[in-house]
T-cell receptor, first 108, second 114 residues
């Protein structure tokens, strides 16, 4: 069965500090992995996807198949990064499976 | 495009009442989904549809029903509301499977059952 684990419910960092939001997954095939973000009073939206190898709003995420991880990183946190972050996995015919989410709080 | 539109935004139900959460999208997406979001529990899939006339159960379908008579609309029905159905409900859609087809979410419906 597919599973996405985000071990931290809440992560608090100071402005300017590095951020790493952890995501581990279990799936035997080739996964498609995504990070979605939900800012206060806004709808969930796609932040980035592993296939694109892109940097969005300073965030990057690298798929590590050996460690089955897809951690989200940013070198210098900003206050506007405070939000709820969800890691999600998709494979073949199945709908996206989401982790429980991590609330990032950036302290000024 | 309006994207994914959900109505109502808020609703309070008494136990045993019924209601329909509406979801419509104007992007001609084939795939549509209903999730519920509970604090500390993330998003759980209730039902989904891969096209008009086709629906499938997700992880937590009990107490809900859906229909997909058109590509645009995917209403979620609660027949006998229970306190356990207090949650925020999100509808989402995507064109098809794969990396180049991300989920588009609605703004959510906050439902309270008392």
């Amino acid at each position: 069965a597919q599973r996405v684990t985000q071990p931290e419910k809440l992560l608090s960092v100071f402005k300017g500090a590095p951020v790493e939001l952890k995501c581990n997954y279990s799936y035997s095939g080739s996964p498609e992995l995504f990070w979605y973000v939900q800012y206060s009073r806004q709808r969930l939206q796609l932040l980035l996807r592993h296939i694109s190898r892109e940097s969005i709003k300073g965030f990057t995420a690298d798929l590590n198949k050996g460690e089955t991880s897809f951690h989200l990183k940013k070198p210098f946190a900003q206050e506007e990064d405070s939000a709820m972050y969800y890691c999600a996995l998709s494979s073949g015919n199945t709908p996206l499976v989401f982790g429980k989410g991590t609330r990032l709080s950036v302290i000024a | 495009n309006a994207g994914v539109t959900q109505t109502p935004k808020f609703r309070i139900l008494k136990i045993g009442q019924s209601m329909t959460l509406q979801c419509t999208q104007d992007m001609n997406h084939n795939y549509m989904y209903w999730y519920r979001q509970d604090p500390g529990m993330g998003l759980k899939l209730i039902y989904y549809s891969v096209g008009a006339g086709i629906t499938d159960k997700g992880e937590v379908p009990n107490g809900y029903n859906v229909s997909r008579s058109t590509t645009e609309d995917f209403p979620l029905r609660l027949e006998l509301a229970a306190p356990s159905q207090t949650s925020v409900y999100f509808c989402a859609s995507r064109k098809d499977r794969g990396h180049n087809s991300p989920l588009h979410f609605g703004n959510g419906t906050r439902l309270t059952v008392t």
